[in-house]
Every structure is written in structure tokens, then in C-alpha cells.
């Protein structure tokens, strides 16, 4: 039996942990992945907005935070495979059969990329489906590459790709795309790009790796298959609550609704980051959101 339970250990659930620590609360974390940090080991770029350090990339930043809770007291376990999670008992079975007990539990479970469902998406990944244009770039040089998304980090990581590329084909449903000015001022401009708007890619279809997708565009008579030998998805992210839905009240996009001292609708159950912050999740609102529910829980056992 813990007093705190965390599930995930981006920065809102390490700064919950090393507030929790702090406040004296017999605490331990739980993982799904082998290394923690969540999003930020997505990050490529510096983070200059996180104030009190400048880091060049995510895993950067990560690694400050890493430093700061290594003196901490807290249990953390990675590489955690969770089975089913009673939120009412505060009860968390492991696939290893474990059973866990705690008197509160904090949600820090962040988000995931949204994929597409379609056939070849599971099959092609790291097989021609890239994670990132920033990171797998030089692999990409000279191949024609196909980026799935409307928003901004489509049209950046288009851009980005554009310059190793010979073509870049950015497939869009809307008919407008919801990238900022600065990147659909410099799509039309750049030659290696072709915007697909009002399409959909049905298919991304090989062998051993990614050589077409299948696409559908708006007015055309059926879908044309497009030889491309990369693949990069970016059609944003959803909440980690499939877990935990039907136990506590979340919102139509599946977000857990918090108050203002981070509980959610279940006593002693609290949620922080960006799992329950759909309008602006930041790493600030993150780590600030850790401490909240850390000092809540604090103050309601007495310590
Ligand atoms: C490319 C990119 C650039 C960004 N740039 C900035 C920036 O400049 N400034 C800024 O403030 N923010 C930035 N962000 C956003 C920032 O990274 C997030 O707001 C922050 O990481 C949210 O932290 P979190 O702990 O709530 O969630 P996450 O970082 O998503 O961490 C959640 C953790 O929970 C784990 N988890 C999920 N489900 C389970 C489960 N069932 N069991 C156990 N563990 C689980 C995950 O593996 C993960 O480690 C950026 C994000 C991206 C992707």
C-alpha cells in the first residue's frame, strides 16, 4: 500500500513524484515505457520556453529533470505493463499479475500520437513510416516522401523534408490547411511541394518497405496509387484514457475533466498535464499541475 500511486512519468508525473517526495508521501510511478520523459523525447527542437533552462532538444530538458530527482526518495518503475486499474479501490493490477494499493492515485498518463487505421500504418512502421522529419532526415535524402496532416507540424516537417527530398507530397482532408501563416506561405513557394487538399490516403501499401501509398482526392473519378519510399504521419495527438474511460468523467475528445485543485469526478483521483489540459498543454502547465495535486493530496492526508 502507497500512498500515491502515479501512473506515467513525463513531466507532469516526475514533478507530481518529486513533489510528493518532498511533501513525505510514501510514493511510486509507473512507466509503460523503458525511459522517462513522455513527449520530450520527441522534441527536437531547443526548448527555450520552460523557464529557468534552455535546452537544445527535449531529451535535454529530460535529463535536467532526471538530475534533479536522482536525490529522490520515490519508487519508479518502467517498462510497466498495466492490466486494469480499479480507480475507485485505487487498485492498479500488472500484466505481471502484481497487484498495487494506494490512498490516492494521479493520472499523468499525457498523449499519443492519432493514427490513421489504415492498412500498412502498423505493418510499415520504421519500415518506411518515419517518426520524425528532424530525426530520420538523413535516411530520407533522395527519396520521395509523403507527410499526412493539415496542421503545423505537417507543413513544418514537410518543409524540413523538402530540403533532402526530391518530392514532398502533403496530403490534407481539409480544404484549408490549419497550419500557421509562416509555413503555408512557404509550401506553394517551395518546388520539391505538392499540397494534396480535400485527399485522403486509404493505404500505404509494400513489400519489405513502404513503396506507394493509395490516395483519394476530392472530384477524382478513384484512387491513384503514388510511389513514395517514406511515410510520416502527423494528424495530432489523443489523450492515454482508454484505460481509465468509463471509471471518471472526461470530455467528448476523451480528456479527463479536473478542477481547479487537479481532482477529477473519483475521490482521491487526480489528473495533471496534458491528459486533462486539451486547450494549452505546456511542460509549465505540466509540472505546475504535478505539484498541485501532490500538495492536495498532501494537505487532505495531514503531512
Ligand atoms: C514536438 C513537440 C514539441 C513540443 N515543444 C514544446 C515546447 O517548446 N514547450 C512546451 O512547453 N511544450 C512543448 N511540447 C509539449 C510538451 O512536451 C507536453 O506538454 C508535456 O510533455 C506534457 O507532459 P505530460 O507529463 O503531461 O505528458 P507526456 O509527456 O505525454 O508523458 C506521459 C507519460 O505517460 C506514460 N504513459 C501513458 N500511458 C501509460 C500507461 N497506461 N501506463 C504507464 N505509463 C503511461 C507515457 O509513456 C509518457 O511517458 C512539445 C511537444 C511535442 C510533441
Given at each position: 500500500?502507497?500512498?500515491v500511486l502515479i501512473i506515467g512519468a513525463g513531466p507532469a508525473g516526475l514533478s507530481a513524484a518529486r513533489?510528493?517526495?518532498?511533501?513525505?508521501?510514501?510514493?511510486?510511478?509507473?512507466e509503460q515505457q523503458e525511459e522517462v520523459g513522455g513527449q520530450l523525447l520527441s522534441v527536437h527542437n531547443p526548448i527555450n520556453n520552460y523557464l529557468g533552462i534552455h535546452a537544445t532538444n527535449g531529451a535535454e530538458l529530460r535529463d535536467h529533470f532526471v538530475d534533479q530527482i536522482?536525490?529522490?526518495?520515490?519508487d519508479l518503475w518502467t517498462n510497466?505493463?498495466?492490466e486494469s486499474v480499479d480507480l475507485k479501490a485505487k487498485r492498479v493490477i500488472l500484466k505481471s499479475g502484481e497487484e498495487l494499493r494506494s490512498i490516492a492515485t494521479i493520472i499523468a498518463t499525457g498523449l499519443r500520437r492519432r493514427r490513421l487505421g489504415i492498412p500498412g500504418e502498423t505493418e510499415f512502421e520504421g519500415r518506411g513510416i518515419i517518426e520524425s522529419g528532424a530525426r530520420d532526415r538523413d535516411s530520407l535524402k533522395g527519396k520521395d516522401v509523403c507527410v499526412?496532416?493539415?496542421?503545423?507540424?505537417a507543413a513544418e516537417n514537410a518543409l524540413l523534408l523538402a530540403?533532402?527530398?526530391?518530392?514532398?507530397?502533403?496530403?490534407?482532408?481539409?480544404?484549408?490547411?490549419?497550419?500557421?501563416?509562416e509555413f503555408t506561405e512557404a509550401l506553394p513557394t517551395n518546388h520539391c511541394v505538392t499540397v494534396f487538399p480535400e485527399s485522403v490516403v486509404h493505404r500505404i501499401i509494400g513489400s519489405e518497405q513502404v513503396e506507394a501509398v493509395e490516395i483519394e482526392r476530392a472530384g477524382a473519378i478513384k484512387p491513384f496509387q503514388m510511389a513514395v519510399q517514406g511515410v510520416l504521419i502527423r494528424i495530432g495527438w489523443e489523450p492515454n484514457t482508454d484505460f481509465i474511460s468509463g471509471q471518471l468523467e472526461l470530455d467528448?475528445?476523451?480528456?479527463?475533466?479536473?478542477?481547479?485543485?487537479?481532482?477529477?469526478s473519483v475521490a482521491n483521483v487526480f489528473a495533471v498535464g496534458d491528459v486533462a489540459n486539451p486547450l494549452a498543454p505546456t511542460i509549465a502547465g505540466a509540472v505546475g499541475?504535478?505539484?498541485?495535486?501532490?500538495?492536495?493530496?498532501a494537505s487532505r492526508l495531514g503531512r
Open positions: 500500500m502507497h500512498d513533489w510528493c517526495d518532498e511533501l513525505g508521501l510514501d510514493t511510486l510511478v509507473l536522482k536525490t529522490s526518495d520515490f510497466v505493463e498495466i499526412i496532416g493539415g496542421g503545423d507540424a530540403e533532402v527530398c526530391p518530392t514532398v507530397t502533403l496530403v490534407h482532408r481539409g480544404r484549408k490547411m490549419q497550419a500557421r501563416r467528448e475528445l476523451s480528456y479527463v475533466i479536473v478542477g481547479s485543485q487537479q481532482e477529477t499541475a504535478g505539484a498541485t495535486a501532490a500538495k492536495v493530496i
